[in-house]
């Protein structure tokens, strides 16, 4: 079975450019992370998409940041512009399941993650 | 989600076990402990988790107190591919949501 896909897996862009990062889930999760680690600091959560829709988008820094999860199988992160503070690795991960542990759950599985660097 | 603090870097040698301690004190009754690591370019990789007994799978154990305010993750035979960072994790969720990793544990495994 495939684990959680990430294309690329490099990118480097100039400043003010636009960056699309694409995560294939594991098939048949419905749940789908995005998560970074910029330069120096922590893994922060992004967002968090059930099916199609955004469960929880609260770690999104601004809104120069797209995700999206059209049908409800890959997703895409957009930067756009980008700026030099956005480089980092950004990791994308699947679950099958969610929510509160007792009720349906399931590990979760993340991807080799994609480098950006803005120059 | 409670906050979770772990020592920067510890030594291990091959083949012995590897006890990594993580400290939780603010944890609530209904977070679980997790423990995740990242082994050098690739993505955080699940280990475990637990309530407040201890438990035991194919990759580690997890001891947790009996106060649930601390607990310790063993590797029981390490080796050198066990070399990599450590997050111990306090979540109420399940997925990968809003987990909070921190600074982590940097195990280094040395022959």
């Known amino acids: 079975e495939a684990g959680v896909t990430q294309f690329p897996s490099h990118s480097v862009i100039e400043k003010g450019q636009t960056v699309t990062l694409r995560c294939d889930p594991i098939?048949?999760?419905?749940?789908l992370y995005w998560y970074r680690r910029v330069m120096g600091k922590e893994i922060k959560f992004l967002l968090h998409f059930v099916k199609e829709s955004k469960q929880d988008e609260s770690g999104m820094p601004n809104n120069r940041f797209l995700a999206e999860r059209t049908g409800g199988t890959y997703s895409t992160l957009k930067v756009q512009p980008a700026e030099l503070e956005d480089s980092g690795v950004y990791f994308c991960?699947?679950?099958?399941?969610?929510?509160?542990?007792?009720?349906?759950?399931?590990?979760?599985?993340f991807g080799q993650g994609t480098r950006l660097t803005v120059v | 989600d409670a906050k979770t603090t772990q020592p920067p870097s510890m030594d291990c040698a091959e083949g012995r076990a590897a006890n990594l301690p993580c400290n939780h004190s603010?944890?609530?009754?209904?977070?679980?402990v997790y423990w995740y690591r990242q082994i050098h370019s690739q993505g955080p990789q699940y280990i475990i988790h637990?309530?407040?007994n201890n438990e035991t799978n194919e990759m580690a154990s997890l001891i947790i107190t009996e106060d649930r305010k601390s607990s310790t993750l063993i590797l029981p035979h390490a080796t050198l591919r066990d070399t990599a960072v450590y997050y111990c994790?306090?979540?109420?969720?399940?997925?990968?949501?809003?987990?909070?990793f921190g600074q982590g544990t940097r195990l280094t495994i040395n022959p």
């Open positions: 637990g309530l407040k």
């Open positions: 603010t944890i609530s009754g209904n977070e679980y």
């Open positions: 098939s048949g999760h419905d749940n």
């Open positions: 991960a699947s679950s099958q399941g969610w929510g509160a542990i007792g009720s349906m759950n399931t590990e979760a599985f």
């Open positions: 994790i306090v979540s109420a969720w399940w997925g990968a949501q809003k987990l909070v």
